[in-house]
């Protein structure tokens, strides 16, 4: 493992282990953090298909999807 590894690898689990000292004590808040963090996903997932996904397609940055067969591009 190199240094640029342990750099970036390091942040990530200090914020695991504090998240964990304070946040899950039980199963109940373990369960309660899941459902946040999926919820945050699929909050993200909308915000991605209704504002970032067209900005980056109107902008050129990303490919546009092909919604339909008689679609050009």
Do not use: N
Request: net charge positive.
């Amino acid at each position: 493992m190199s240094t640029v590894d342990d750099t970036v690898a390091a942040p990530a689990i200090k914020i695991t282990t504090v998240w964990t000292a304070v946040a899950i004590t039980s199963w109940a808040d373990f369960a309660s953090m899941l459902a946040a963090i999926y919820t945050l996903l699929l909050i993200f997932e909308w915000l991605w298909k209704k504002f970032g996904r067209p900005f980056c397609e109107m902008h050129g940055w990303v490919k546009r999807k092909k919604r339909r067969a008689d679609d050009s591009q």
